[in-house]
């Protein structure tokens, strides 16, 4: 039999032509926490099912991956379809991520019924059923669709140009998927339904972002979601493919503009609120690429409608001098540790500020690594008011010695409810790489693999030091704009285009691309200039 060679980890193996990834990826197991769920072959995802017919080199995912994390969500989102549909004759809406969990919308269920569901999906995995992948001509599917009624899947394969496409069975179940899939449903045998109301639940699952399976409600960031939920119901871009219709109908300027005035008026509502109580500082942080610049721009011209005087003070120019910053396990720099600031001089200034006195703020040189005093003393008069921005800014302990009578907290974040389909939904941190992938090669001459590299570490800086704190804020600030990936995809494409098929990222690559092909692209020429997106595609009014 034809030998080939496959090169695992820097080493090259010798296995039969046609072996699957399953049985090449018993060799590795030991290797990993977790079963390996989904394997790679030459930098493209591929179902353990496939057979090696070439020599290559091979990666292998478990759950204690972001890419395994992936697969192994869809894996649970396709066994409750599939329940929902054999046991109510439903279907279910999954949304997007809530704490660490999933989001699902399902009318008129209880409790009872999702202890049922729970009982039968610990069946259907105890069974262990294969969850097959079929190439299905795309006219076939959308035919399948429209005779059963599920339109949201035939709108969404109008935009999809392939001849053929990818549909996953499970027992008497076909549906569409976005990303890849487990080849059966043994691999999924950690998992938890939170019962919300009769007509929500989330769908929890132990990876390396909750590995206790445990939900804590966190209603303010909840009720942002829904309240943009509806927003959007009302302008009826629900879906992907409700926002490709309106490109098609000519209407997408009114989305815009309608998108534009709903953030405008939330930012307004928090300025109105941050005068009502009298505060003297607005902390605001959020996660990388939400758009903080913008928004703390923008809420200062806001609260000047009120008569307040807004300054700004920076965190980071209160950064120990390099020698004192403390180390990661590698030894390299943690800058993003709340220990890298001087918050014992930060919280010394501040108090001098609040009681009348003139303060000489340091400006950190990055090149020298030293903090230096070159610009004039600030004060807070009657009627000003300090807006401060940062990684750390709604922990308490970077403000500790300032009572929070004077404090007034914003988290800012897209919260994105836009899906694909009722099964695929598009991920938060897919917004804000996309986001961060084009303003990086604006601003900084990144390329997209470059993005993708360090995007790892920046997620872990927020696990850590941003999303704890959500929570804790007086004020949410979603900064999604229903529109954007139409405007994204136009400057995102290039760069993704351009990464070679040889580079480690360029899984991450197609995942993008995949998504963004199915949107249709819109011009910048009507984007305002005050909006959020401008601070990543260029040209904001706000320099």
């Known amino acids: 039999m034809l030998s080939i060679q496959v090169k695992y980890d820097g080493e090259k193996y010798a296995f039969s032509k046609g072996t699957t990834l399953l049985e090449i990826s018993k060799r590795f197991q030991k290797n990993f926490k977790d079963k390996i769920i989904i394997g790679e072959i030459n930098g493209i995802l591929s179902e353990l099912s496939t057979p090696v017919m070439t020599s290559c080199e091979v990666k292998f995912y478990d759950r204690n991956s972001s890419t395994g994390n992936k697969v192994y969500e869809l894996g649970l989102v396709f066994i409750l379809v599939k329940i929902f549909n054999d046991k109510f004759n439903k279907d279910i809406k ?265 303060v000489k703020c340091p400006t950190y040189n990055f090149i020298t690594g030293e903090p230096e005093y070159v610009t004039d003393p600030i004060e807070l008069g009657d009627n000003d008011i300090l807006i401060i921005e940062g990684l750390h800014a709604l922990n308490d302990e970077l403000t500790k010695n300032i009572s929070s009578r004077y404090k007034y907290k914003v988290y800012v974040s897209p919260l994105p409810i836009l899906t694909l389909d009722n099964h695929n939904r598009i991920k938060m941190t897919d917004v804000r790489l996309l986001r961060r992938m084009v303003r990086d090669n604006e601003t900084r001459g990144y390329n997209a693999s470059e993005t993708l590299m360090n995007w790892p570490s920046v997620r872990e800086g927020e696990e850590k030091n941003v999303f704890p704190f959500g929570e804790e804020a007086d004020a949410v600030f979603n900064t999604t704009l229903v529109y954007e990936l139409s405007i994204l995809k136009t400057y995102a494409e290039p760069l993704l285009y351009a990464v070679d098929e040889s580079d480690e990222n360029y899984k991450d690559v197609v995942r993008l691309l995949n998504l963004l092909k199915i949107v249709l692209p819109i011009s910048s020429e009507n984007i305002p200039r005050d909006s959020i997106i401008r601070e990543f595609i260029g040209n904001s009014v706000f320099k």
Do not use: W
Not at 137 to 154: F, H, P, Q, S
Not at 263 to 268: G, I, M, P
């Open 94 to 358: 999954v949304i997007h991520a809530l704490d660490k969990g999933v989001y699902i919308k399902c009318n008129d269920i209880t409790e009872k019924d999702l202890e049922l569901v729970t009982r039968e999906m610990n069946r259907i995995i105890d069974v262990d059923i294969p969850i097959d992948k079929l190439l299905i001509n795309r006219k076939e599917a959308i035919k399948y669709y429209t005779d059963r009624g599920i339109l949201d899947k035939v709108e969404l394969l109008k935009y999809n140009t392939n001849t053929n496409i990818n549909l996953y069975k499970l027992d008497n179940v076909y549906d569409y998927y976005f990303y890849n899939l487990p080849i059966s449903t043994g691999y999924l045998n950690d998992f938890k339904l939170h019962f919300l109301d009769n007509n929500s639940f989330v769908l929890l699952f132990r990876n390396i972002y909750n590995p206790k399976l445990t939900y804590k409600h966190r209603k303010k960031m909840f009720d942002e979601f829904e309240k943009y939920y509806d927003f959007c119901s009302n302008i009826g871009i629900n879906t992907v493919s409700d926002l490709n219709k309106s490109i098609i109908d000519s209407k997408i300027n009114d989305v815009i503009m309608l998108s534009e005035l709903h953030q405008n008026n939330d930012l307004y509502e928090i300025a109105k609120d941050i005068n009502s109580r009298k505060s003297k500082i607005v902390l605001i942080s959020g996660p990388s690429s939400s758009g903080k610049t913008t928004t703390s721009k923008k809420l200062g011209l806001f609260l000047r409608t009120f008569g307040l005087n807004p300054k700004t003070m920076s965190i980071d120019d209160y950064f120990v001098a390099r020698k004192e910053t403390p180390r990661r396990e590698d030894g390299s720099y943690d800058f993003e540790c709340l220990g890298a600031v001087d918050t014992k001089l930060f919280n010394k200034h501040l108090e001098k500020l609040l009681e009348g006195e003139k």
